[in-house]
């Protein structure tokens, strides 16, 4: 089927500021622990209220002695929920040349790819139904869909404030916890839902822990979160890293998805 194929295709790869007075205060409060979680779960909404930003991801992953990055970069459109990325896959360890970019668009329960190869048709899209992925997409397209990285932190159980630091000349908290998958599917919207309880039942365990850095206006600015899934070749658990950059918020972004006609209604290649 095409979403098993499409689900190997990277897991293979890779099996405005406060007074200096205000800021003290609510770093006591944090410190306490009195808002840290209530904080994270507030920060898918203030992205969508933030409208649009820039995202960078990163995801890393440790197989066989080697470790591999898949890099993204793209723009994403947290009011209606649609993103793009040009995600770079890393060159084979065998030297071979490196693989073409592959165009992704994020929407609410899909992913689209372009340039996926493995008899595809150069012009054409796949579309991946992301409740169908035994991961719900957070791992296997090499870049966890942004808005979902929030809400992720819906499942938050636990957050300790670590400390203030500076996100790319912002100044930003630093918040580090574990979230449940299970407690986020439940806490999201419904067009997300599907594809956290299947992560949920899919991955290792349900805990995610995480690592959250929030701008003064409570906007996601960094956040990484660590994965767990079996790999059933080596009969072992493969840790999987994925970071989230987001900057430049209120940027212009126009995420158009493709027509029926354009999407690829083949077999793909194993």
Not at 25 to 54: C, F, I, M, N, Q
Not at 68 to 94: C, I, M, N, Q, S
Not at 160 to 183: I, K, M, N, P
Request: charged share 25%; hydrophobic share 45%.
């Amino acid at each position: 089927m095409a979403a098993v194929a499409t689900a190997g295709l990277l897991v293979g790869v890779c099996l405005t500021g406060c007074s200096e007075g205000t800021g003290v205060a609510e770093d006591a409060r944090a410190a306490a622990g009195a808002d840290g979680v209530e904080v994270l779960h507030r920060a898918a909404a203030t992205l969508r209220r933030a409208g649009s930003a820039k995202a960078r991801t990163s995801m890393e992953m440790a197989t066989g002695g080697t470790r591999v990055t898949v890099r993204g970069e793209g723009v994403y459109d947290f009011e209606l929920r649609r993103g793009r990325l040009k995600v770079l896959l890393p060159p084979d360890p065998a030297g071979a040349d490196e693989h073409r970019p592959i165009t992704e668009l994020l929407a609410p329960g899909a992913l689209f790819m372009k340039n996926r190869g493995a008899g595809v048709p150069a012009d054409k899209w796949v579309r991946v139904d992301t409740a169908t992925l035994s991961d719900g997409n957070l791992v296997t397209g090499g870049a966890t869909d942004p808005y979902v990285a929030a809400e992720l932190l819906r499942g938050a159980r636990t957050a300790s404030y670590v400390g203030r630091t500076e996100f790319a000349g912002t100044a930003v908290r630093h918040y580090r916890g574990t979230a449940d998958l299970g407690v986020a599917a439940s806490s999201a919207p419904k067009a997300d839902r599907d594809a956290l309880k299947a992560a949920a039942k899919g991955f290792a365990t349900a805990r995610v822990p995480f690592d959250a850095y929030l701008d003064e206006q409570g906007r996601l600015r960094k956040v990484r979160h660590r994965f767990s899934f079996v790999n059933g070749q080596h009969k072992g658990t493969v840790a999987v890293a994925s970071t989230t950059l987001l900057y430049d918020f209120g940027v212009a972004v126009d995420v158009r998805l493709p027509e029926s006609a354009d999407i690829f209604a083949g077999k793909i290649a194993e």
